[in-house]
């Protein structure tokens, strides 16, 4: 299978929120501030479409089956919860460098999210960013 790798931002301050200095599978990884029972922490998602690999600060004890509130590492805004997932919990959304978003569950474990284009140009763009590297 392909991988794609993900470029994103947040929708509310546009700072890229891959992480040069966090890599997961040699690709640099999407840096959150989140939120779990009163704490809170960073926390890296894997920027390849697809893998689910995180890192995760102990601390934060994030169980699965945990909602967990995002936040913009730069700005500090909570990213847009922009639905609900089938497991009840908000699903959140950034915005992907070559135009589209990327929607993800807050839920630990869950994975129902995925990538929309809303102009077929932004699919172009991802596709041909993805060709460079
Ligand atoms: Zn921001
Ligand atoms: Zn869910």
Avoid: Q
Avoid at 15 to 38: C, H, R, S, Y
Avoid at 42 to 61: A, M, R, V
Avoid at 74 to 94: S, T
Wanted: proline share 5%.
């Amino acid at each position: 299978m392909r991988k794609y790798f993900i470029e994103a931002k947040c929708a509310s301050c546009h700072t890229k929120l891959n992480d040069d200095e966090t890599l997961i599978k040699g690709k640099p990884a999407l840096k959150f501030i989140v939120e779990n029972k009163g704490h809170k922490g960073y926390l890296w998602l894997s920027s390849i479409y697809g893998d689910h690999e995180t890192i995760e600060p102990d601390e934060l004890n994030i169980l699965p089956g945990d909602v967990v509130s995002f936040f913009c590492p730069h700005c500090r805004k909570p990213l847009p919860v922009v639905d609900k997932c089938y497991c009840k919990a908000g699903r959140v959304k950034i915005e992907l460098i070559s135009g589209g978003g990327l929607v993800f569950c807050t839920r630990k474990g869950c994975y129902y999210g995925g990538i929309s284009f809303s102009d077929p140009d932004d699919l172009d763009n991802f596709l041909g960013l993805n060709k460079k590297t």
